[in-house]
């Protein structure tokens, strides 16, 4: 059987960097493993980021040739068009993201539809079920580069097994050479091992999550040792008594 240092040198799935922190994506993307970044404007907020597009051509420089996610800020199929074509012109690496529907449930495949036939690179992202990825699927022109981003860790977070909706949406896709599904918002490393075996081309990780990596095939005992010598600083730091 193989260990899991084997088992990552020979799974299939990509990584890509998911974060708004500049350091932490220079810093990760150094590995060879890193595909591709992917951000939000979640993660841009968190990490402080204040000026979009300043952001966005400093993580391009320092990336020139992995592919990059940048998404769209509108709310309405107008707006987020006008957004786009502003993203996709910031270098030929971008993919440009858009959210499978507006807030108020509008599907954006007309959109989709439109800046995929022109050859735009779309990651579509937000999508939840097998019926998203095959409309989604359908909008795609042949021979367009598209990543179709399935959020299998909030759909993990509401009880249900997302392998079996990965499992379908990597088939349904299949005769789409130029569409890949991604797994997104991992919750633990397995989830690598997980996108692996359900056929997955692309796997977003956070910095955090990447730097697990070399705890892979770690001895489960020294780990034991190294966790209970955790709890004996961290309590003797605090200066507890009993």
Known sequence: MLDFVSRLRTTTVRLFADSADLDDIIRVSRDPDIA???TNPTLMR??????????????LAA??????????????LAGMEREARTILGW??????????TTTQGLSTLPLIARLSAEGHAVNVTAVMTIQQVSRVAAAISPGAP?????FAGRIADTGRDPEPLMRAAVA???HL?????????????????HADRCGCHIITATPALIDKLGLIGKDLDE???????MFHTDSRAAGYRL
């Open 36 to 38: 591709g970044v992917t």
């Open 46 to 59: 968190a990490a402080g980021v204040e000026d979009y597009e300043t952001f966005a051509r400093a993580v």
């Open 63 to 76: 990336l020139p040739d992995k592919p990059v996610s940048f998404e769209v800020l509108a709310d309405d």
């Open 91 to 100: 270098g030929g690496n971008v993919f440009v993201k858009i959210p499978v």
């Open 146 to 150: 598209a990543i179709i981003s399935i």
């Open 172 to 174: 349904s896709v299949g």
């Open 177 to 193: 050479p130029d569409v890949e599904i991604l797994w997104a918002s991992p919750r633990e490393l397995l989830n690598v091992f």
């Open 223 to 229: 780990y034991s040792r190294e966790t209970v010598r």
